[in-house]
């Protein structure tokens, strides 16, 4: 059962099976506008929490993406690079941005649930 | 996710509409001093689109209107700025500066003359108050009076701008590109813009300007743009931003602008910068206003230094951002001559990452101005 987590950047985390899927919140996508570029990591990379893994530029601005937790990398959405369109149509949907398998699932537990994201973003 | 953009709105001046933007779901961001809309619910890739397409509805009341008066007026203007204000027909619009001593750009300026001795002087918001101060420093010894224009000033921009105005019954559709006049008392309107496309910017009372704004939005060919696309349709059409592509460090000849000073005008030479911007056209630019094209999708983005494929310095980026009508990223910079022909291949260091470009011939898109 897959269980969603949140942070306080704005980042979505859905884990199954060990896994993390992640991409930017609605909220992100809307507050960013339009978005005309998307770089991925690679496959394979090791990220630590905290570290920028993807690029996501608007019309007007570059923001980064951090890994909301240690894994390393095992797949990325090339659909997002090819059309960044789709993060702004599909956030937490087919606008995802990469996966990685967790190093300490026990990270999990500093991230924030969706109620405490909602706080949040008021 | 952390982002470059600092959207701080705290103690900034509103705009007299502002209202209205609020209704309209608008996005508000500090430029210049003022709480402006950066987009509305429609997007920033939409809004720009729909510009060249059809019309669209711009509130630039931040940009500062001066009324000079009187029989020096023209003698005020023509030492101010590197322009022949005596020569300048009645009606007449004409892009000009405020130099320093240095020919260094302080602002750059619409004048129209509005009479035998009354000139308009659109202004940019950042440095309306610089203006006016230097305005009326200059202005010491000359028989006028420099009145700081209390309006909202509107623009609409667009292929449908002009049938827009004719169909809400508004006068002046007739004007020819860079001509403007006063079409009621406390109204000014001019056939300008800053989108490359054709259009109109209105000067006038807020009271008049809500009845004119709801008149315009009823018709459905006209959306209202924000600051967001309002920059990157003028990035496209390759015009300045002061404070970014042109500033008091650099000069017209090296901004590539020396067409808006016409050669009668230099040979008096009887403006403030004229000694400095004659040795600099004798000696010619030391660097050249280009274009650029990043070969990827990544944009680059302002203050991005270019180097060449040795690493060497060669450049900086000045605006960039992604081109909705170009359908690429487009970006505008300073560059070594040597470097400045079209096609020339440089990068642009981005957060340690290069990204390469070439250099690109301006306006990335078309001008479809009015010519008459």
């Given at each position: 059962m897959a269980s969603t987590y949140f942070t306080e950047d704005h980042e979505w985390v859905r884990v199954e099976d060990g896994v993390a899927t992640v991409g930017i919140t609605d909220h992100a996508q809307d507050q960013l506008g339009d978005l005309v570029f998307v770089q991925l990591p690679e496959i394979g990379q090791s990220l630590s929490k905290g570290d920028p893994a993807v690029v996501v530029e608007s019309v007007k601005a570059a923001s980064d993406v951090y890994a909301p937790v240690d894994g390393e990398v095992t797949?990325?959405?090339e659909a997002a690079a090819t059309d960044p369109a789709l993060v702004n149509s599909s956030a937490t949907g087919d606008g995802w941005l990469w996966k990685m398998k967790l190093?300490?699932?026990?990270?999990?537990?500093?991230l924030l649930d969706e109620a405490g994201y909602n706080a949040i973003i008021g | 996710m952390g982002a470059d953009e600092n959207n701080n709105t705290e103690n900034l001046k509103s705009l007299p509409l502002e209202d209205l933007h609020k209704a309209a779901n608008a996005r508000f961001g500090g430029f210049a001093g003022w709480s402006m809309p950066?987009?509305?619910?429609?997007?920033v890739m939409k809004e720009h689109l729909h510009t060249r397409e059809l019309a669209g509805l711009f509130d630039i009341s931040h940009m500062q209107l001066f009324d000079v008066s009187g029989a020096g007026a023209a003698a005020l203007l023509s030492r101010a700025c590197p322009l022949d204000a005596a020569s300048l027909p009645v009606g007449q619009s004409k892009y000009t500066f405020f130099l320093d001593?240095?020919?260094?750009?302080?602002d750059d300026l619409i004048v129209t003359r509005l009479g035998e001795d009354r000139f308009m002087v659109v202004a940019n918001a950042g440095n309306a108050a610089a203006d006016e101060a230097h305005l009326r420093a200059v202005a010491k010894g000359y028989d006028c009076r420099i009145d700081a224009l209390d309006r909202v000033f509107l623009a609409i921009q667009g292929p449908e701008a002009a049938d827009v105005l004719h169909t809400a019954g508004l006068a002046g559709t007739e004007l020819p590109f860079m001509n403007g006049f006063e079409p009621r008392p406390g109204w000014f309107m001019s056939r300008?813009?800053?989108?490359?496309?054709d259009g109109f910017e209105i000067g006038l009372p807020e009271a008049d300007a809500r009845e004119l704004v709801t008149t315009l939005l009823a018709d459905e060919r006209v959306e209202w743009v924000g600051l967001a696309a309002r920059d990157s349709l003028r990035l496209e059409a390759g015009l300045c931003l002061h404070g970014h592509d042109?500033?008091?460090?650099?000069d017209p000849v090296d901004a590539g602008l020396t067409w808006a000073i016409p050669k009668p005008v230099r040979e008096k030479a009887g403006f403030i910068g004229a000694k400095a911007l004659l040795d600099k056209i004798t000696k010619g630019p030391t660097r050249k206003r280009v274009g650029l094209k990043p070969d990827s999708r990544q944009p680059v983005r302002s203050d991005s230094i270019l180097v060449d494929i040795n690493g060497n310095a060669v450049g900086v980026v000045t605006s960039g951002g992604f081109g909705p009508s170009a359908g690429f990223p487009v970006a505008m910079g300073y560059i070594g001559k040597d470097f400045a022909p079209i096609g020339s291949h440089v990068f642009a260091e981005v957060r340690g990452n290069r990204i390469a470009l070439h250099v690109h011939s301006l306006p990335f898109t078309p001008h479809r101005y009015h010519k008459g």
């Amino acid at each position: 059962m897959a269980s969603t987590y949140f942070t306080e950047d704005h980042e979505w985390v859905r884990v199954e099976d060990g896994v993390a899927t992640v991409g930017i919140t609605d909220h992100a996508q809307d507050q960013l506008g339009d978005l005309v570029f998307v770089q991925l990591p690679e496959i394979g990379q090791s990220l630590s929490k905290g570290d920028p893994a993807v690029v996501v530029e608007s019309v007007k601005a570059a923001s980064d993406v951090y890994a909301p937790v240690d894994g390393e990398v095992t797949e990325v959405n090339e659909a997002a690079a090819t059309d960044p369109a789709l993060v702004n149509s599909s956030a937490t949907g087919d606008g995802w941005l990469w996966k990685m398998k967790l190093s300490d699932t026990n990270q999990l537990a500093g991230l924030l649930d969706e109620a405490g994201y909602n706080a949040i973003i008021g | 996710m952390g982002a470059d953009e600092n959207n701080n709105t705290e103690n900034l001046k509103s705009l007299p509409l502002e209202d209205l933007h609020k209704a309209a779901n608008a996005r508000f961001g500090g430029f210049a001093g003022w709480s402006m809309p950066i987009t509305y619910p429609l997007g920033v890739m939409k809004e720009h689109l729909h510009t060249r397409e059809l019309a669209g509805l711009f509130d630039i009341s931040h940009m500062q209107l001066f009324d000079v008066s009187g029989a020096g007026a023209a003698a005020l203007l023509s030492r101010a700025c590197p322009l022949d204000a005596a020569s300048l027909p009645v009606g007449q619009s004409k892009y000009t500066f405020f130099l320093d001593e240095k020919a260094g750009i302080l602002d750059d300026l619409i004048v129209t003359r509005l009479g035998e001795d009354r000139f308009m002087v659109v202004a940019n918001a950042g440095n309306a108050a610089a203006d006016e101060a230097h305005l009326r420093a200059v202005a010491k010894g000359y028989d006028c009076r420099i009145d700081a224009l209390d309006r909202v000033f509107l623009a609409i921009q667009g292929p449908e701008a002009a049938d827009v105005l004719h169909t809400a019954g508004l006068a002046g559709t007739e004007l020819p590109f860079m001509n403007g006049f006063e079409p009621r008392p406390g109204w000014f309107m001019s056939r300008s813009g800053y989108t490359g496309e054709d259009g109109f910017e209105i000067g006038l009372p807020e009271a008049d300007a809500r009845e004119l704004v709801t008149t315009l939005l009823a018709d459905e060919r006209v959306e209202w743009v924000g600051l967001a696309a309002r920059d990157s349709l003028r990035l496209e059409a390759g015009l300045c931003l002061h404070g970014h592509d042109i500033t008091p460090e650099i000069d017209p000849v090296d901004a590539g602008l020396t067409w808006a000073i016409p050669k009668p005008v230099r040979e008096k030479a009887g403006f403030i910068g004229a000694k400095a911007l004659l040795d600099k056209i004798t000696k010619g630019p030391t660097r050249k206003r280009v274009g650029l094209k990043p070969d990827s999708r990544q944009p680059v983005r302002s203050d991005s230094i270019l180097v060449d494929i040795n690493g060497n310095a060669v450049g900086v980026v000045t605006s960039g951002g992604f081109g909705p009508s170009a359908g690429f990223p487009v970006a505008m910079g300073y560059i070594g001559k040597d470097f400045a022909p079209i096609g020339s291949h440089v990068f642009a260091e981005v957060r340690g990452n290069r990204i390469a470009l070439h250099v690109h011939s301006l306006p990335f898109t078309p001008h479809r101005y009015h010519k008459g």
